[in-house]
C-alpha cells in the first residue's frame, strides 16, 4: 500500500522505514513537528532526517509553517501534565498527516512514534484510530518497539544528530527538572 509515515526525526525513521519496506509498502515520509522547540533545533532534526532520507531513497514531505501558536494553544491548558499534553500533541502532528494521506491519495497513514519506548504508545495508538476514525482514512499500527535499540545502535553508527529530549520546551524542562526537585 500507499503509505504517508509521520516522521518524527532521523533516528526514529530507521526501523520503522527498514519495516515497512520490507513489508513491500510505498512509504513517504512526512516532517510535521510544530512541537519541537526551538526553531533551530526543528531545523537540525529535519536536516538529520532529509540527509538520512536520500541515502535510502525515500520521498521527504514538510509541514514547514511551524504553528507554534496553535501548538502552544492546545497544549498549554495541559503544560505540566504530560498525561493529557502528549495525547494532544500526537492528535495535532497526525491530524495534519492524515488530511494529507487523504488528499494525496495514500491508502494510510502512519507515525515514528510507535518506534519510540518513551512515547505513550498506547496514546499514540488511540489517537492515530480516533484521527482515522474521524477522516476516514486508516491508521496502519504496528508496534515498531523491539526495534529501537537497533535503531539506536544504527544512528550511532551513522553518526546521526540525536536529540536529548522529546520536543516541546516542557520535555525539555523535564529533563532537568524531575520531580521538581530543582525548583521551576
Ligand atoms: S513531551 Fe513530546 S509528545 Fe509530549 S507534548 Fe512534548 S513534544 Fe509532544
Redo the contacts with the bound molecule.
Keep these: 500500500m500507499r503509505l504517508l509515515l509521520h516522521t518524527c526525526c532521523g533516528p526514529c525513521s530507521i526501523y520503522p522505514l527498514d519495516v515497512l519496506r520490507e513489508e513491500g509498502h510505498e512509504v513517504s515520509a512526512c516532517y510535521c ?1 510544530p ?3 526551538p526553531y533551530r533545533e526543528w531545523e537540525k532534526r529535519l536536516d538529520t532526517l532529509r540527509e538520512y532520507l536520500a541515502t535510502v531513497g525515500v520521498d521527504l514531505r514538510v509541514d514547514d509553517r511551524y504553528d507554534l501558536k496553535q501548538y502552544l494553544e492546545a ?1 498549554l491548558p ?1 503544560a505540566y501534565d ?1 498525561a493529557r ?2 495525547p ?3 492528535r495535532i ?1 497526525l491530524d495534519e498527516v492524515a488530511r494529507r494521506a487523504a488528499c494525496e491519495g495514500y491508502d494510510a497513514f502512519s507515525t515514528t ?1 510507535l518506534v519510540s519506548p518513551y ?2 504508545h498506547e496514546g499514540v495508538a488511540r489517537v492515530g484510530r480516533e484521527v482515522a476514525d474521524t477522516l476516514g482514512i486508516p491508521f496502519y499500527y504496528r508496534d515498531f518497539r523491539s526495534g529501537w535499540k537497533e535503531a539506536v545502535r544504527r544512528s550511532r553508527e551513522l553518526g546521526m544528530y540525536r536529540q536529548g ?7 525539555e524542562r ?1 529533563r532537568y527538572y524531575r520531580g521538581g526537585q530543582k525548583g521551576g
Design positions: 513537528n512541537n519541537i522547540h497544549v495541559y504530560p499534553r502528549c494532544t500533541c500526537y502532528r512514534l512515547q505513550n529530549y522529546c520536543g516541546c520546551v516542557f520535555s523535564e
